[in-house]
């Protein structure tokens, strides 16, 4: 029983961990930015070999971004909410935090440059080299970008139905499992393996519909939107 608790209480933790996420990507205009350029820079990394080194530090930039506009969000709400007549000392209390999101973005562009200016430069050659990727590199490029426009699916469309994570127009399970099962098929010549690949993401996807998570439209979306990405993904650049 006090497993099964605590169980419960991480997945609670995780709906509201998320459901932050997704509020501050709907509500805060440089956040949907920051996904927006994030999600060009994963792209534009499919034209480069990065080795391990160079794609964490392109991870990790990304990242840091993000946390810092999530973190100066959440102190913006808490002062607001603290203080309802104006203080010269939460205008400067802001000042540092928007001042962390400029530093994280300082070190970003820093990194963008080090990675993609040589490469950027000799454009021609280089890039039309650079196109057939390792398909480890490209999975982890579809997966990220599976995620970035679930998160701006259901910040858009999503409805009352539980927390973002819990239900929404789109099912992010679904979705992940059908990218899976599709970069399964594009990597594998087996019919079999195929076979229990799409079958796997059709019980997840059933698994959401029975619990009562997602409406079978939900799971459709999402495995409509997993497939294409994969194809993108692994047609063009694999």
Do not use: W
Not at 96 to 108: D, H, K, M, Q, T
Not at 129 to 147: D, E, K, R, S
């Amino acid at each position: 029983m006090k497993k099964r608790k605590s169980n419960r209480t991480f997945l609670k933790s995780f709906n509201h961990a998320a459901n932050g996420l997704i509020l501050c990507f709907k509500t805060e205009r440089n956040m949907k930015f920051h996904f927006l350029i994030a999600g060009l820079a994963l792209v534009l990394g499919l034209f480069f070999e990065f080795n391990k080194l160079e794609f964490i530090m392109l991870l990790s930039a990304i990242i840091f971004v993000l946390f810092a506009e999530m973190v100066n969000t959440a102190l913006e709400y808490i002062m607001d909410a603290s203080c309802n007549e104006y203080h010269p000392l939460i205008r400067v209390a802001k000042d540092i935090a928007a001042g962390s999101v400029l530093l994280s973005a300082c070190y970003a562009v820093i990194v963008g440059y080090l990675l993609f200016y040589d490469r950027l430069v000799p454009l021609g050659n280089r890039m039309l080299g650079g196109l057939h990727q390792n398909p480890i590199h490209l999975t982890f490029i579809a997966l990220g970008l599976t995620v970035l426009l679930i998160i701006a699916l259901k910040s858009r469309y999503s409805t009352n139905r539980g927390s973002y994570f819990q239900g929404g127009t789109v099912s992010g399970h679904t979705a992940i499992s059908f990218l899976m099962a599709t970069i399964i098929g594009f990597n594998s010549k087996n019919l079999l393996v195929i076979s229990l690949g799409y079958l796997l993401a059709l019980l997840v996807a059933e698994s959401r519909v029975e619990g009562k998570i997602h409406k079978p439209a939900d799971t459709l979306v999402g495995a409509i939107l997993g497939i294409l990405v994969a194809i993108f993904i692994f047609l063009i650049f694999g």
